[in-house]
């Protein structure tokens, strides 16, 4: 190999440096290092050597320093020179000196630069991927766009502008979403993960931060810091709950996240494929924010256990299944909002005297079966015979043949007192 295919391989460097965005100190250090460790391979030591390396220009230049020794005293030709092989060079030369020539790498020989090769190539691809986790690791939490590339059944694989390659797994994608090859995507940086050196950027369309995102990017009160998200629930491409606070009184955080008739909310409920969202305000009154995290139901009373994070909350009859919400939704939403485990009950302002609460038949009944009667808000055994049976089976979640057998219980209670 000549000489101008070593500039070549340094030019070819030069390039990848543009592409991949590592500056010029990297890339020289890189070069030098390439050279030095072929150098050291062939004679043992590179300490006396200068490598100079301007990829700007394509310049390289390797300068060797010898001690100038006797004629019959030369041991180590890497590191010493003769005296007569030194007046060569310079008639003024004596024992003792250093002498500096320079020396081509294209003279060391086909493996030397078989060597160098293989070097420049592995720390490039080295380089190549410390730059990639790197860069993604300070945007982990941000949100990206990439390009679809190839769709597979458990991921996706984007390409961002630089081509570098993201992951979006179908765990990570709302269950509504559909993308085409060439369609451009929208999702945060959950992860990056860098097992044997082999980087992967994992992307999130359900994650809350990916919520929490669009918001900001929305309404500009939010990225100005005059409104805070507090807490962010989410069942990706159901519904989610944030509560919001405003540190300026005369903003009011709800209103300025809905935007002028719903136009900043629907910007971020299509991006979510039609996510429905409830923005409520935020208060440190935990009564009142559970009470508004179960909006749009309506509370007659809240008794709250705040060391067991417990809160039983009590409802007119027709209020309890807003409060739980279609498939247990609300509730479900409201207790990942507030931190607590809610308990619906209906309010009863005037106790049947006759009847009994569903926790003096745990001798009969198994207690999940009652805590699942109690999650729907029947806490006395009337209610239960008041509901229809129908709403028994699907919205507690009971086999068939266990509501028939409850129901022939509760009859028999009472039959008996009659």
């Known amino acids: 190999m000549a000489k101008k295919e070593v500039i070549s391989m340094i030019d070819t460097f030069s390039e990848f440096k543009e592409l991949k965005n590592i500056d010029r100190s990297t890339m020289i250090s890189v070069l030098e290092d390439s050279f030095r460790n072929v150098i050291a391979k062939m004679f043992g030591t590179d300490e006396n050597y200068d490598v100079i390396i ?22 180590d030709p890497n590191i010493e020179i003769s005296l007569s092989d030194a007046k060569k060079i310079d008639s003024d030369f004596e024992v003792g000196e250093d002498v500096t020539d320079e020396v081509f790498f294209e003279d060391f020989g086909r493996r030397a630069i078989l060597n160098l090769r293989q070097t420049l190539s592995s720390k490039i691809l080295e380089l190549q991927k410390d730059s990639l986790y790197n860069k993604y690791s300070e945007k982990v939490g941000e949100i990206v766009s990439g390009e679809v590339y190839q769709i597979w059944k458990k991921e996706i694989l984007l390409l961002d502008d630089e081509k570098e390659e ?37 992307l999130s369309r359900t994650s809350p931060v990916f919520l929490e995102r669009l918001f900001e990017l929305e309404v500009p009160e939010i990225n100005d810091g005059l409104i805070t998200i507090k807490s962010i629930a989410r069942i990706p491409g159901e519904r989610a709950k944030v509560a919001v606070e405003s540190y300026d009184d005369r903003i009011d955080p709800v209103g300025a996240c809905v935007g002028m008739k719903g136009s900043r909310i629907h910007g971020i409920v299509r ?22 995290a179960l909006s ?19 409802l007119r009859p027709e209020e309890v299944s807003l409060a739980i919400g279609k ?9 990942m909002l507030t931190g607590y485990v809610i308990d619906v009950y209906r309010d009863i302002d005037d106790f049947d005297e006759e009847d009994i609460y569903l926790d003096e038949f745990r001798d009969e009944i198994d207690g999940w079966v009652i805590d699942q009667l109690k999650s729907i808000g029947c806490v006395t055994a009337k209610n239960v015979l008041a509901t229809d049976r129908d ?8 086999e068939e043949s266990t509501v028939d057998e409850i129901l022939a219980i509760f009859r028999a209670e009472f039959e008996d007192e009659e």
């Not at 559909?178 to 050196?197: L, Q």
């Not at 939704?329 to 207790?335: E, M, P, R």
């Not at 709403?391 to 009971?398: G, P, Q, S, T």
């Open 166 to 202: 993201l992951l979006l797994p179908k765990t990570e994608q709302i269950p509504s979403d559909f993308f085409r090859k060439g369609e451009h995507v929208r999702a945060v940086v959950a992860r990056v993960e860098n097992k044997n050196n082999n980087p992967k950027i994992i």
């Open 54 to 75: 301007n990829p700007d220009k394509g310049d390289l230049e390797i300068w060797r320093n010898r001690t100038v020794v006797e004629d019959d005293q030369l041991e």
């Open 271 to 292: 991006e979510l494929r039609n996510e429905n969202i409830d923005i409520i305000n935020y208060t440190s009154n935990m009564n009142l924010y559970i009470q508004r």
């Open 391 to 398: 709403k028994l089976i699907n919205e507690a979640d009971l």
């Open 327 to 335: 498939g247990g939704l609300n509730i479900k939403l409201a207790s």
């Open 296 to 314: 749009p139901a309506k509370i007659n009373n809240i008794k709250l256990d705040e060391e067991a994070k417990r809160a039983e909350v009590f």
